[in-house]
């Protein structure tokens, strides 16, 4: 087939540091490539792909010093997209409800796979006035804000990660670990307070963003002067790989409608298991007392990790390569592609 991969321009594809949807992008852009598919990537210039890139912008828009206006640039991608709609037979999308009006104009199939929280009451509005826009939830959970909408939902498709990549870690270490971004919702202020009472050294690999560095300063910051709490900032893949392959958990005491979780599969896939809250998608990843433990009070969170030794390691890589790997990911969204070239 020949496929348009559409993603944001906020980080290169893959990120360089942190990242979600655009390292997702990453990984499905290239299983599709192996598997012989002619895959054209929309993206920022700097993104690294074995498809055929193109991009509006030659660097990606977060740590780009000039700063531009992310609302132009977008434009001008979703104008390159679908200015050459009659190229491909799918369209994918990955820039949420951007390029919904666009698809409704072109003949060629398009498909959205929104990664975000679908909480929100402007988003709820506009779906609502769209039902007919051909779309994929990363989670079941995903979509219940949105249930009583007759929306046009295609497929939930977990996202998978190239297992084979990960180093696996069977030993593990005594370290805790919180990966992913500093924010009110992802609850980093409960991860330290769950390793000061444990008594163990816990790593925070995470980015501030802009709206988020008050929150950081006044909330976060004050709580790393502790011999226990080491703040790492962003790191690298191997770095990231190397942090979670020394943790005996990875915490995840997150407190909002999680859509998915990369850092969770990411975690599991390096062997380590994952002591989280059960909210949003968290239960359709983490399988209580399997690859980790499902807790919701700080008390019930330091028990949990209390336990961490029941988790067989090599069951949390296991579990990944059968549910949450590259391969599956992109089974499901062959399926998604040869369903939608059918009903046209």
């Known amino acids: 087939m020949r496929i348009a991969q559409v993603s944001p321009l906020y980080e290169p594809v893959p990120p360089r540091l942190y990242g979600g949807t655009e390292r997702v992008v990453a990984w499905l852009t290239e299983e599709l490539v192996r598997r012989g598919h002619e895959v054209t990537l929309f993206a920022s210039g700097d993104s690294r792909t074995s ?15 000039a700063r531009p206006d992310p609302h132009a640039l977008h434009t001008l991608e979703l104008a390159q997209v679908f200015s050459a709609a009659g190229r491909f037979d ?15 104009l072109v003949s060629t ?6 990664h975000g929280r679908l909480d929100l009451r402007p988003l709820a509005h506009l779906l609502a006035a769209l039902p007919d826009v051909p779309l994929v939830s990363i989670s079941d959970s995903q979509r219940e804000p949105l249930r009583t909408l007759p929306l046009r939902w295609i497929a939930t498709v977990h996202h998978g990660l190239p297992v084979a990549e990960v180093p696996f870690a069977p030993r593990g270490g005594d370290s805790l670990v919180f990966l992913g971004r500093v924010s009110p919702e992802k609850r980093p ?7 000061k009472r444990l008594g163990l050294p816990l790593r925070i690999a995470a980015k501030v963003d802009r709206p988020d560095r008050d929150y950081f300063e006044h909330e976060i910051r004050p709580l790393l002067d502790h011999p226990l709490i080491e703040f790492v900032g962003e790191v690298s893949d191997a770095e990231k790989w190397r942090l979670l392959g020394e943790a005996s958990a990875l915490l995840f005491p997150v407190d909002w409608p999680e859509p998915f979780g990369i850092t969770m599969i990411e975690a599991l896939a390096c062997g380590t298991p994952v002591v989280a809250r059960p909210c949003g998608a968290v239960p359709e990843v983490i399988r209580d007392g399997e690859v980790g433990f499902l807790a919701d009070s700080l008390d019930d969170l330091v028990g949990a990790v209390k336990r961490i030794d029941l988790i067989d390691r090599a069951r949390c890589r296991r579990w990944v390569e059968e549910r949450f790997s590259v391969s599956v990911m992109v089974d499901r969204y062959e399926a998604v592609y040869r369903r939608l070239l059918a009903e046209r």
């Not at 498809?51 to 010093?65: G, I, K, N």
């Open 109 to 114: 199939p398009v498909v959205h796979t929104l």
């Open 51 to 65: 498809a055929r890139l193109v991009s509006p912008w030659p660097r990606a828009l977060r740590l780009d010093p």
């Open 90 to 104: 799918v369209i994918h999308c990955h820039v949420d409800y951007l390029a919904f009006p666009y698809g409704r």
């Open 189 to 195: 202020d409960l991860a330290i307070a769950v390793a």
